[in-house]
């Protein structure tokens, strides 16, 4: 069973140009989200896995899916971290990842 994330009860949000603003009120943690940020924030009300919110940043932002199951779980990451984010199921596992440059090296070299 895959973890399920939503939104952390007693967190707001605040439009803010063409990102916005997630605080949770008891703590004080905030964080600023850009444009892709506050859409995948927005999809976290219907409750749903990696997978689901990377398909649905697939589709409304055009990126492959490697690319949009990266950045969702990054963004999960920093929100769960900032207390603005919670899950249902197991605990979370963040596979090793290679940053983008040491990826960018290998292709570069053709490794």
């Known amino acids: 069973m895959s973890a399920r994330y939503r939104k952390h009860d007693g967190v707001e949000v605040r439009p803010d140009g063409d990102g916005a603003i997630a605080l949770h009120v008891a703590s004080g ?6 444009h892709s940020a506050r859409f995948v924030f927005a999809e976290l009300d219907r409750h749903d896995t990696i997978d689901a ?6 589709d409304h932002f055009g990126l492959g899916m490697d690319e949009a199951e990266e950045a969702v779980r990054e963004l999960l ?7 603005l984010v919670t ?4 605990e979370p596992v963040a596979p090793e990842r290679e940053s983008r440059r040491t990826r ?4 570069l070299r053709g490794s």
């Open 104 to 107: 960018w090296w290998r292709r």
């Open 53 to 58: 919110l990377a398909t649905r940043v697939v």
């Open 87 to 90: 899950h249902d199921g197991p």
């Open 77 to 83: 990451e920093t929100l769960l971290a900032e207390g």
């Open 29 to 34: 943690q905030y964080l600023e989200l850009n």
